[in-house]
């Protein structure tokens, strides 16, 4: 994954598809439209049918918030989405920062007024280049209508990518079903194991790479989406995770605590210090970013 990321980074984004555009859409009032471009969305050309991920494939391959990991976790692939996110974040830093992916269409979909959730999502796409459009989405009032179906279509004939953070789990897996395209649920949500990577990706600051038996004190719910994420990926990055439910029953030994007892807001704390909360922030920025970069230049 990490030489594809590699390319992705380094490749030009100035090559636009041939494209018939249609009308305005709510975009995001953020987004530098360039001159030329008058219009929000381009309609793509048609494409074969192809299975798409509700979730981000990542390093743990979760392919259902309520699955396990559907294949063996793999250190390394953990460690190449910290060093994609770590380059991504040094280019930002010295002002190398690329649009890798100018010209994407990301399409928001909100059943409810947008969130921080949203916010953190399309911040983190438009640094790459990507439009973003808040598109409003009623439930169906009963599951499994054609309607559903047929407005997943349309969204992957109109956009890149589509996130469906604030939609029941049953509406979500039919546009993934239909839409064609990467689906997300949830991406930049503080229950995303993105997030929990983020926070790894933070504690390895500290700690990079783990000492071998370098203990991490967890406390809270490990059986959450975010929590198993977490929790197996320390694991096998070298950290040894003992889990407690409340600090009242945990020995203070660890040198490496993370406290998800108030979630979704974990504290993180390295040897009785806690860590830099604009650091975790610009970290889930560029973690967001490199699933982006992975999942919609490949699709």
Avoid at 102 to 117: E, I, Q, V
Avoid at 213 to 223: E, Y
Avoid at 244 to 260: G, L, M, Y
Wanted: contains cysteine; charged residues 25%; hydrophobic residues 40%.
């Amino acid at each position: 994954m990490d030489r594809s990321l590699e390319s992705h980074c380094n490749r030009s984004a100035t090559a636009r598809a041939a494209s018939v555009t249609v009308g305005q859409c709510s975009v995001s009032a953020s987004y530098p439209r360039p001159k030329c471009d008058r219009f929000l969305t381009a309609i793509k050309a048609p494409s074969g049918r192809r299975s798409t991920v509700a979730h981000v494939t990542f390093a743990l391959s979760i392919s259902s918030r309520n699955a396990l990991p559907a294949e063996p976790l793999i250190a390394g692939k953990v460690l190449a989405i910290i060093v994609a996110a770590r380059r991504l974040r040094a280019d930002a830093q010295a002002g190398r920062s690329v649009k890798t992916l100018r010209g994407k269409n990301l399409a928001l979909l909100l059943s409810m007024p947008a969130a921080m959730d949203a916010a953190n999502l399309r911040h983190a796409a438009q640094e790459l280049g990507i439009r973003v459009a808040d598109v409003r989405f009623t439930e169906p009032a009963t599951p499994g209508q054609d309607d559903v179906q047929a407005v997943a279509r349309m969204l992957g004939r109109m956009y890149d990518a589509i996130d469906c953070g604030t939609l029941a789990a049953s509406t979500v897996r039919q546009i993934e079903r239909e839409a064609g395209v990467p689906v997300y649920d949830g991406l930049g949500s503080d229950n995303h194991p993105v997030r929990a990577m983020a926070d790894l990706m933070t504690l390895c600051e500290h700690r990079f790479p783990p000492e071998a038996g370098t203990a991490l004190l967890f406390l809270g719910d490990a059986q959450t989406f975010r929590g198993r994420a977490f929790v197996a990926a320390a694991r096998e990055i070298g950290f040894e995770v003992r889990i407690e439910t409340s600090r009242r029953e945990a020995s203070n030994d660890a040198s490496v605590v993370v406290d998800a007892t108030q979630s979704p807001d974990w504290s993180l704390q390295v040897s009785g210090n806690p860590v830099d909360e604009a650091r975790r922030s610009e970290n889930h920025r560029c973690v967001i970013q490199t699933m982006l970069i992975d999942t919609i230049a490949k699709a």
